[in-house]
């Protein structure tokens, strides 16, 4: 068994079990976010949220799916049909692969790279391009409307992102996540660089067209943007693309600054629960934050989120990214890359 | 042997997509063949074992330079038609030119000789045992240093020229004036009234802001017709 694991089909089947062990809780975890998050917004709204499909309504995101399935795709004319079509598997997939380095304990990823790091934000930066592609292949004002906001959102909100990452790196000396983490033994990074964890986490709401900045679907005034002509399987794709979406960026959060599967302080009760949970557990936290958000703020006006972006972020974080690194060098903790 | 595989698979791709990038009738498409360009280049660099240049690639170039180039293409209100018109025309010159610079090309290649030290460096630029993030890091930052800061302030330059001519900024636009708006209190801009059952709002008027620094000229003078200013 082993020496067929070391073969080349057996690698390939044991990244394919892998592969699978990690999607599927994932796309149970997508569908069950729906509903939390439905479930969220009623409780703080005073409402019940889905309550009638099986016991407290748990079976709501089987019956969508099911709705989904059965509705008719409808492409506009006019539309770029292989596009029209394309862009929201992009959207999905994207979400997917990304999965690919994310460590849910010491070395459990399925594929534990050098620049795991890199590889995320090169991943995140892509998802720009479902929603682009959407917009401008549905021949339809509003869809291309929401494309455009949300280019020069994704884009301006990527730039702090990156000095945010940068600022986290020249902590651990290693662009490897699982060595992100495993730096994180002593501190957690969102204790030192706290300021750098407010800002990374509006970031990723800006980053994933959440409220208060879905000005791309901004759905008061641009109807639904990028995805107003999509429906059924088509629109599920990019529904289920959304949260999947949200579950990484709250991944990244936990790994960057909230010590992914390490137990918070390292001492006895809690390291009673293995790794795996107190990843799980942080990113519940995180998408509890993210549900939170859209219960409590307006939506942002366009140029005030540029002007977020772009004058009150990316100066805070270069700055903060100096004083970090000055700190370092001059108390000769900088940490030495192998 | 796979990997000799996979780099015939990404070289075939890359080039095929890259001659699409200037055959596709659509420019839309055209960019979208370029996504897939840099994306089979990204996957060379990383079967060269180069994975920082390669997620760089994927990051830059994909993620930021074609989403702009995607962005102006799918603005652009090309007529192909009136494009195509002058084709007959320009083409001798064009040839011409093209003709030239392949010339010249291999006249500069043709008599190019890598001295024998380099020859066994060329292929193989990977030191066993050092990431080549860190490789690249230490030949940026350390060997390099002030040509990489001079470069830098070449692209800072070129920042400024386009926003110097960009910006028609005349000074009317509306602005949100964050300190402004937040040092505003209630008391700043509420004002209640005592409105008589049945009287309606006549002798009241329309109010109006308080306004509490001096604004803008334009804006002056039209306060006059509520009650209280």
């Not at chain 1, 289920?240 to 991944?251: F, K, Q, R």
Request: hydrophobic residues 60%; glycine residues 8%; charged residues 10%.
């Amino acid at each position: 068994m082993t020496e067929f694991l070391q073969t080349p089909l057996g690698i390939l089947v044991l990244t394919l079990v892998q592969a699978l062990l990690l999607l599927v809780p994932l796309l149970i975890g997508v569908a069950y976010l729906t509903y939390a998050e439905r479930k969220v917004l009623g409780a703080m709204q005073l409402r019940r949220g889905p309550n009638v499909v099986g016991p407290f309504g748990l079976f709501q995101p089987f019956a969508d799916a099911i709705k989904m399935l059965m509705k008719e795709t409808v492409i506009p004319t006019g539309a770029n049909r292989l596009l029209f079509l394309m862009a929201p598997m992009l959207t999905f997939t994207l979400a997917m692969i990304a999965w690919a380095v994310i460590p849910v304990n010491d070395g459990w990823a399925i594929a534990d790279i050098n620049v795991g790091i890199l590889y995320l934000f090169a991943i995140s930066s892509l998802g720009v391009y479902g929603i682009i592609i959407a917009g401008w292949a549905s021949n339809s004002k509003y869809a291309f409307l929401g494309a455009l906001r949300s280019a020069a959102q994704m884009v301006s909100y990527e730039v702090s992102m990156g000095f945010i990452m940068v600022t986290v790196l020249i902590c651990v000396g290693s662009l490897n996540l699982n060595d992100i983490v495993n730096a994180q033994k002593t501190v957690w990074f969102c204790i030192p660089l706290f300021p750098m964890f407010i800002m990374f986490f509006i970031s990723t709401l800006a980053e994933t067209n959440r409220s208060p900045f879905d000005l791309p679907e901004g759905e008061s005034e641009i109807v639904a943007g990028f995805f107003v002509e999509y429906s059924a399987m088509s629109f599920a794709l990019f529904f289920l693309g959304e949260y999947a979406n949200m579950i990484l960026m709250s991944a990244m959060t936990t790994i960057l600054f909230l010590g992914g599967w390490l137990a918070p302080f390292g001492i006895e009760p809690f390291t009673w629960l293995p790794g795996p949970l107190w990843f799980i557990i942080k990113v519940v936290a995180v998408l509890f934050v993210f549900l939170w958000v859209r219960a409590t703020f307006p939506r942002y006006r366009y140029d005030q989120l540029m002007r977020l972006g772009w004058k009150v972020f990316l100066p805070g974080s270069l700055l903060y990214l100096v004083l970090v690194a000055g700190v370092l060098v001059a108390m000769g903790w900088l940490p030495h890359a192998a | 042997m796979i990997a000799t595989l996979a780099f015939y698979v990404f070289a075939v791709i890359l080039l095929v997509s890259a001659s699409m990038v200037v055959s596709a009738r659509n420019p839309v498409h055209s960019v979208l063949f370029l996504i897939l360009t840099f994306f089979n280049a990204a996957a060379l660099f990383l079967l060269a074992g180069a994975e920082f240049l390669a997620m760089i690639l994927v990051i830059v170039y994909v993620g930021a330079v074609a989403v702009l180039f995607l962005f102006v293409v799918m603005m652009l209100d090309v007529n192909f038609a009136q494009l195509r018109e002058g084709f007959q025309r320009y083409l001798p010159v064009g040839a011409t030119i093209g003709v030239v610079l392949l010339v010249e090309l291999f006249m500069v290649l043709g008599g190019w000789k890598f001295a024998p030290e380099a020859a066994s460096l060329r292929f193989a630029p990977v030191t066993p045992g050092v990431h080549n993030t860190a490789q690249l890091g230490r030949l940026l930052y350390t060997d390099y240093f002030l040509l990489f800061q001079a470069s830098g302030l070449v692209l800072l330059v070129a920042m400024i020229g386009a926003i110097v001519l960009t910006l028609r900024d005349k000074g009317d636009g509306r602005r949100q004036d964050i300190s402004r708006q937040l040092a505003r209190t209630a008391a700043d801009t509420l004002v209640m009234v005592d409105v008589a059952t049945g009287a309606g709002m006549k002798d009241v008027g329309i109010l109006r802001p308080k306004v509490a620094e001096p604004e803008p000229v334009a804006a002056a003078h039209d306060h006059g017709h509520g009650g209280h200013h």
